[in-house]
C-alpha cells in the first residue's frame, strides 16, 4: 500500500512538472495582478492618538449633591460613540478647514483608554485629524457639562428662592407671636421648621455657588490628550508585501491544479506515469514505460516450441 501511495505522489510530481510552464504562468499572473493592483491603489496613511477618559461630571459637582458621592466612573462605549458621532466630525470638519477624515476608535484592554486612528492620504492630515478627533471631543463634552450645570443652577436659583420665601414667612409668624404664651408649641413647631430651612437654604446655597464657579471657571474636563499623534512615514495601505506574498502562494496552488487538470483533460497522464496497457495485454505500474516497448512487440511469441536439431 506504501509503495503503491508513493507510486502516486511520484506520478503526480512528474505530471507537474511535465505542465510546469502552467504552474509559471498562473503564479507569474498572481503576481503581476497583486502588483498592479497596489499601484492602482491610492497609499493611505493611518495616524493614531490616546485619550484618556475622565467622568463627565466632576467630583466636585458629585460632591455638592452628596458630601458622600465618590469619584464617578467612565461609561467607555458612550464615549466611543460620541467620538465617532456626526456632531464631533463637524467640530473637526472646523478644526481642520476640510473634510473630516474616517476614523475608529478602540478601547485599549480594559484601562479608560481610547485609541483615536484616522486614516488619509495625507499623512500630516492623518496626524492632525488625529489630535483634532481627541480635541474636539473634549470641546463638546466641556460644552455639554457646562450646559448642564447651568441647567442645575437655575433649578437650585428658584428652589433657594422658595426657601427664602419660606424662612421669611416662618420668621414673621414667630416675630408675630411672640407674646402670646398661648401659641407657645407652635412658637417652638414652627422654630423647628425655621431651622431646617435654613440649613436647607444654607445647603442649595453651597451647591449654587460650587455650580456657578465651575461654569464661570471652566475647572472640569471630560478626558486628557496623553499620547498626540505622530505624522506617519509609511503606508497602511495598500500592504505590498503581504499582497504580493499572498498572490504568490495562491498563484502556486491554482497553478498546480490547472496543471493536473490540462494533463487529465489532455489524456496522455498514463504514458508519463507508466500506467496503461503493456504488451502482453496487462495494466498497471509494470506493464511498460507508458510510450509502447515497440522492440518488444516485434518478438515472435516462441512459447512451447522446440528449437530444431543441428
Not at 464631533?88 to 485599549?108: D, H, M
Not at 489524456?267 to 509494470?286: I, K, L, M, Q, Y
Request: charged share 10%; aromatic share 4%.
Amino acid at each position: 500500500m506504501q509503495t503503491a501511495t508513493e507510486g502516486t505522489v511520484q506520478a503526480y510530481a512528474r505530471t507537474v512538472w511535465h505542465r510546469r510552464w502552467v504552474v509559471t504562468a498562473v503564479t507569474l499572473f498572481a503576481v503581476v495582478v497583486a502588483l498592479l493592483y497596489c499601484l492602482a491603489t491610492s497609499k493611505q496613511y493611518d495616524a493614531t492618538s490616546e485619550l484618556l477618559l475622565a467622568p463627565q461630571l466632576p467630583s466636585a459637582v458629585l460632591q455638592a449633591n452628596d458630601p458622600a458621592a465618590s469619584q464617578g466612573t467612565v461609561d467607555v462605549p458612550t464615549a466611543v460613540q460620541v467620538i465617532t458621532s456626526g456632531q464631533v466630525a463637524s467640530l473637526v470638519r472646523k478644526s481642520l478647514g476640510t473634510q473630516a477624515p474616517p476614523v475608529t476608535v478602540a478601547q485599549v484592554g480594559a484601562t479608560a483608554v481610547v485609541k483615536i486612528t484616522v486614516e488619509s492620504p495625507n499623512p500630516e492630515l492623518a496626524r492632525r485629524a488625529a489630535d483634532a478627533y481627541a480635541n474636539a471631543y473634549l470641546d463638546n463634552q466641556r460644552q455639554q457639562v457646562a450646559n448642564a450645570l447651568q441647567q442645575a443652577a437655575q433649578v437650585l436659583q428658584q428652589r433657594l428662592q422658595a426657601v427664602e420665601q419660606a424662612v421669611n414667612t416662618v420668621s414673621g409668624e414667630i416675630s408675630a407671636n411672640a407674646g402670646n404664651g398661648s401659641l407657645a408649641g407652635a412658637q417652638t413647631e414652627l422654630a423647628t421648621t425655621q431651622q431646617a430651612l435654613q440649613v436647607e437654604q444654607s445647603t442649595l446655597q453651597n451647591q449654587l455657588t460650587t455650580y456657578q464657579s465651575l461654569v464661570a471657571n471652566q475647572t472640569f474636563e471630560s478626558g486628557q490628550l496623553i499620547s498626540p499623534a505622530t505624522t506617519p512615514t509609511k503606508p497602511a495601505k495598500p500592504k505590498t508585501v503581504e499582497y504580493v506574498v499572498l498572490a504568490l502562494i495562491l498563484g502556486i496552488v491554482f497553478g498546480v491544479l490547472l496543471a493536473l487538470l490540462v494533463d487529465v483533460l489532455s489524456g496522455d497522464r498514463a504514458g508519463r506515469t507508466g500506467v496503461g496497457p503493456s504488451v502482453n495485454g496487462h495494466g498497471g505500474p509494470g506493464g511498460g514505460d507508458g510510450y509502447g516497448d515497440r522492440a518488444t512487440a516485434r518478438i515472435p511469441a516462441t512459447v512451447g516450441q522446440t528449437p530444431p536439431s543441428a
